[in-house]
């Protein structure tokens, strides 16, 4: 089996996965018809993205449904190759499981190291039948997008700049696939904007993982905490369709294969009726 044909263009969206369920199928069937190449859906805080993605593959006939990202600690390997094996072929050809190792402090006691815990789950998964074509991993710091690169189709990272893609990608070489998560506000005022943006960083600030990957790209510590106007503008795309036209194009050259568009639209990413026009315009400039 070969890695799913994502495209170059996918969006991310916590309303595909908790919105209304009819209406997240219907957008996903129009997302298909406008050419997007993935539906990236997260699976962070429970067990029950992998309906969501069976859902979303009966809603669509061309683009892949991948899952940015399930969390380890929330699912049993033989149980997550069990349920994959269980898709019909041609839904299997288009899904793609983004892991993750998710955060201590969501996590708690039982937080283990993540290197170690990952390479664990994975020997399990793929012991008990997973394809590794169809899996990545949520990377961001040097030795997780190495392990992306050595034990699955690539890495997903979240939350970063195109400079952390060109870190990545020289890490992973040519071949294993590199697909990050961007944020774009298609608001021209400068203070919603920022409003919006806040919002977003406010929710991923305290998670270490986050944080010390910020760290690494140069940030401190008083720009984190304060949101700062040069973190916040190299951590989303705003203004113009055009800014984020030149931030993706930004991605593909510093070695992106993939880059999945997070549009944010209002508190917790925002309503279909918001989102969809801005999806729309995406798609007529991107695709």
């Not at 993935?38 to 061309?62: K, M, S």
């Not at 034990?151 to 990050?180: C, D, F, N, S």
């Not at 986050?210 to 949101?227: C, M, Q, T």
Request: with cysteine.
């Amino acid at each position: 089996m070969s890695v799913p044909t994502i495209g170059k263009i996918g969006l991310w969206s916590l309303e595909m996965r908790f919105g209304d369920k009819a209406r997240s199928s219907a957008a996903a069937e129009e997302l298909d018809a406008l050419g997007y190449g993935a539906v990236w859906i997260p699976g962070g805080i429970d067990d029950g993205a992998p309906a969501d993605v069976e859902r979303l593959l009966g809603a669509t006939a061309r683009m892949t449904i991948a899952t940015g990202i399930l969390n380890i600690w929330k699912h049993e390997p033989a149980q997550l190759a069990a349920w994959f094996a269980g898709l019909p072929e041609a839904a299997k050809a288009r899904t793609l499981l983004g892991l993750g190792i998710s955060h201590g402090p969501i996590i708690g006691e039982k937080w283990g190291k993540p290197l170690e815990v990952t390479s664990a789950f994975l020997d399990g998964l793929f012991a008990a039948g997973m394809p590794r074509d169809n899996v990545c991993l949520a990377a961001l710091g040097p030795k997780m997008v190495a392990l992306s690169g050595e034990r699955t189709a690539g890495a997903h990272p979240y939350l970063v700049t195109p400079e952390h893609t060109a870190q990545a990608r020289a890490i992973l070489g040519e071949g294993p696939l590199l697909a990050p998560e961007q944020g774009v506000i298609l608001e021209e005022d400068p203070a919603k904007a920022r409003e919006l943006a806040l919002g977003v960083l406010g929710t991923y600030a305290p998670l270490p993982n986050y944080r010390n990957n910020w760290l690494r790209l140069g940030f401190s510590e008083a720009e984190i905490d304060a949101g700062d106007d040069r973190l916040l503008d190299a951590l989303f795309a705003i203004g113009s369709v055009e800014k984020t036209a030149a931030r993706v194009q930004a991605h593909f050259d510093a070695g992106a294969d993939h880059v999945c568009l997070q549009v944010i639209a209002g508190p917790q990413g925002g309503t279909f009726d918001a989102l969809l026009p801005h999806w729309r315009a995406l798609a007529q400039a991107l695709l």
